[in-house]
């Protein structure tokens, strides 16, 4: 193992899409040593040593973490603070812990105060994802060209800070750094509205009863490819509404705003109005093309 | 000329991608003689012509429809009577008039009491389209294994119908026949009401300006997906608006008692809830896909 490698030994949580695809990243990258997995399922950690992910794995926290420079945290959301406690007693000192929580302000309240000085923990999201999950979907170019969001608070460690910032450049991602409410409102606003959006769609087309048959059976392209988001995984969406309640509930209202007001303008049938609307939204949507 | 084709002469009024994309699939199964294209603009024309989706074409409505036996009309839908009343004067005794706009009670209502008895309408949607538009985004493939929805009245002729009917079948069309409110109920669930929630989801987010930059910025290639709809033509989607008011605001309150549920649930944390409303999104969803 060479020296000069940014991470000697990394500890991954939870080795799916999101901690498999960071390993492959940085060992494509030269930047790590030796890689340990650790998760619940066997048959997933046993695929993740045999596409070479990992080095070796364990379904023990207190093993995996042992001797680690860089413990990245990729389990759902609601759990992370559970297998922070859970390896605490066999992290060394100086250690850092980072994650990949899609909410910041409910990991930083729930992590921080189990943590002793001398482990540093760095708040961090990827935006970056597909629909798929477990070790066999990490490929390691998943990161590159995408936004990793890092949300330091008064505690964070500047040194850590700048390692973990590191890494992720390596990785491919452009590292922005923000206050973890404003990041929790942006992904309120970019990802856990639209999914809320989606589902109450998919749940309010396919309740309507007036007929028979049930309306979903005439839907179209269009339709499927819109509610493609409807299909996420319920579990992990419970989660982010709840431990992303008040953003969300924020920007839900805002929503409900833009909607009132164009059925208003459909009621009355204000032509100019629609016009206008219509206009506003595709010229922003045709902004971020 | 084979004295068997089912249309000796077609006339498409609007030749763009709905009406060029008819004339082909005819054209390709050999159901049509001569196919007659008329609009406004003379390159659109040229363009159809060089394709080969028309024979010859006219900027005049009523030399477009001279002699035709069926006449489809694929023209905005807010521009579709107005067609029928400038080329009426021209229509033989015994023409078929046929169209293919996303919206039919208001079509129907605006078109039937134009015609004389001698001149049979038989309202029609196929529910086909890409997000091109002109004569050279037609294809002959189009409707293929796609549903054509044909509302026909009390005062439908029962042969135009079933010519119709064969016509889109020939086509590659399966077609349904329904009332007309069931189909503007029908499409206002699962086309026109997720466009206007698509519409209001960019502007309420494009719109929050609780910070410098637009939040637009960060979003990842989800929101893009989930939000292509929202850069569809404003012009389009304002007349779809206008004429299919009733049932799209019956269906924008059914969206809204839904979100309304799923915010509530939210609000006061209710994991069973939130789980059981996801979870039965996402089974309707792949029960579609």
Same mark, same amino acid.
């Given at each position: 193992m060479s020296e000069n490698v940014l991470i000697p030994r990394l500890a991954i949580m939870g080795v799916g899409l999101i901690g498999g695809s960071l390993a492959l990243a940085l060992k494509e990258a030269g930047a790590v040593g030796e890689v340990i997995g650790c998760g619940r399922g066997r048959p997933n950690l046993e695929k993740a040593l045999e596409l070479g992910i990992v080095d070796r794995y364990t379904r023990d926290p207190l093993e995996a973490v042992l001797d680690a420079d860089l413990i990245f945290l990729a389990t759902p959301v609601k759990t992370l603070a559970t297998v922070v406690?859970?390896?605490?007693?066999?992290?060394?000192?100086?250690?850092?812990?980072? /994650?990949?929580?899609?909410?910041?302000?409910?990991?930083?309240?729930s992590i921080e105060p189990l943590l002793p000085d001398s482990v540093h923990f760095v708040p961090g999201h990827p935006i970056a994802g597909t629909e798929q999950s477990g070790a066999e979907a990490a490929f390691p170019s998943l990161y590159r060209g995408k936004r990793c969001i890092l949300t330091p608070t008064d505690k964070t460690d500047l040194q850590a800070l700048?390692?973990?910032?590191?890494?992720? %450049?390596?990785?491919?991602? %452009?590292?922005?750094?923000?206050?973890?409410?404003?990041? /929790?409102?942006?992904?309120?606003?970019?990802?856990?509205?639209?999914?809320?959006?989606? !589902?109450?769609?998919?749940?309010?087309?396919?309740?309507?009863?007036? !007929?028979?048959?049930?309306?979903?059976?005439?839907?179209?392209?269009?339709?499927?490819?819109? %509610?493609?988001?409807?299909?996420?995984?319920p579990t992990m969406w419970r989660d982010i509404a709840e431990t992303n309640r008040d953003a969300l509930l924020e920007m839900m209202e805002q929503f409900e705003v833009f909607f009132a007001e164009l059925k208003a303008d459909i009621a009355t049938g204000d032509g100019e109005k629609l016009f206008e609307f219509f206009l506003r939204s595709k010229q922003l949507r045709d902004a971020i093309l």
């Open positions: 406690e859970q390896c605490l007693p066999a992290i060394k000192p100086g250690a850092i812990i980072t /994650d990949g929580g899609s909410v910041k302000a409910d990991v930083i309240n700048a390692l973990v910032e590191q890494m992720w %450049t390596i990785a491919g991602s %452009t590292v922005v750094k923000m206050p973890m409410d404003k990041h /929790d409102r942006i992904l309120a606003a970019i990802s856990h509205l639209p999914h809320m959006v989606a !589902y109450s769609l998919v749940n309010a087309v396919g309740s309507y009863d007036h !007929y028979e048959e049930n309306i979903l059976e005439y839907s179209a392209g269009g339709f499927r490819d819109f %509610t493609r988001i409807a299909s996420s995984d």
